[in-house]
């Protein structure tokens, strides 16, 4: 089987957790890694057996044997490498959030419809079936009109502590929900106002809550706590609830159906993202890479997510930022 060489770009945990995801997709390969810490790049490298290595992600790209890459680095250092990662006509695949602020978000778009390769922002809950089934039922109707949504992702504080310096959870997390809730509704935010809470003064606020007013009326929440208890027992408390004039939908991912139980008590580990069944992968984000890879392999655009939804998010969360640091409700213009 003919396999799409992928290389990676920012090796970080969740880089890492990519070149785990690709290593267990049949036609993809893991070719060329790149990041700027010489021993860090040695050691995943050891771990996947890649032989095309890099400190310098412009010597990567020079590679004509490399199709695709995947940008994993920090998302205020994702422009730079996706606007070079297409100018030399590889396929992009960017982690999300797009970029770190709507310019430059737009500079990605813009470059992604100019380029030769396709470009997908990995918004992995659309890969999640049952927030995939929710916007299935949205956009059947069976809501009626919608008149109110809700969403909670909270995460414990341990997972946070070395991320908080770098991102807030309203652009951090509420990304996510955002773009489920514009995706299956149809709807797009026109104001929001949103209040933080800092903790720990670890750089950003441990916590927000966004409330937004859509295009239609309908009031949306997102809440995103950045510090649950050190011993909650899943490592993301995560719900949605979308209601209309005719109907609901209820996605409830907080209790998962498998717990285990040793002497530190009660623990509902992730089923739905990723998880390792006989050292393979399995999940939502093995399933959006093979997805990105099939689209490369067929010669095809990514059509599950767009460049402009990816934007869109940002635009809305980064709204919601600037609502919480200014204490006024912000208009969001499309």
């Not at 959030?97 to 918004?123: I, L, N, R």
């Not at 916590?207 to 510090?227: P, Q």
Request: aromatic share 8%.
């Amino acid at each position: 089987m003919e396999r799409v060489k992928h290389g990676v770009i920012g090796i970080g945990w969740f880089g890492e957790k990519h070149c785990e995801a690709i290593d267990s997709i049949p036609n993809m390969e893991i070719y060329a890694l790149c990041t700027r810490t010489e021993s860090r790049l040695e050691e995943v490298a050891e771990r996947f057996n890649v032989k095309h290595i890099y400190t310098d992600y412009n010597e990567m790209l020079a590679d004509p044997e490399l199709e695709s890459v995947s940008i994993t680095t920090m998302w205020d250092q994702h422009v730079d490498p996706a606007l070079a990662a297409l100018e030399a006509g590889k396929h992009v695949f960017c982690e999300k959030p797009m970029a770190s602020t709507v310019a430059d978000c737009q500079k990605m778009v813009d470059a992604a419809h100019a380029a030769s390769g396709s470009f997908m922002v990995g918004h992995i809950c659309r890969f999640n079936p049952r927030y995939r089934m929710a916007r299935d039922k949205a956009q059947e109707g069976i809501c009626g009109e919608i008149v109110s949504m809700f969403a909670r992702r909270n995460i414990p504080g341990w997972v946070t502590t070395g991320i908080l310096p770098k991102i807030g959870p309203i652009v951090g997390d509420g990304v996510h929900d955002m773009d489920i809730m514009m995706w299956a509704s149809g709807l797009k935010p026109v104001s929001v106002y949103a209040k933080t809470v800092t903790v720990r003064d670890l750089g950003n606020p441990d916590l927000g809550w966004s409330m937004f007013t859509m295009d239609n009326g309908a009031i949306a929440v997102l809440e995103n706590v950045w510090f649950l208890p050190e011993k909650t027992a899943m490592q993301i408390d995560e719900r949605m609830e979308i209601i209309g004039t005719e109907g609901s939908i209820h996605v409830q991912e907080s209790t998962p159906g498998f717990a285990y139980c040793d002497k530190d008590g009660f623990a509902y580990p992730d089923t739905t993202y990723w998880m390792t069944v006989e050292g393979r992968l399995l999940g939502a984000l093995p399933d959006e890479l093979r997805y990105f890879g099939d689209c490369v392999q067929q010669g095809v655009a990514p059509t599950i997510i767009t460049p402009e939804e990816s934007l869109a998010t940002v635009k809305a969360c980064l709204a919601a930022e600037e609502s919480a640091a200014s204490g006024k409700e912000v208009a969001i213009e499309w």
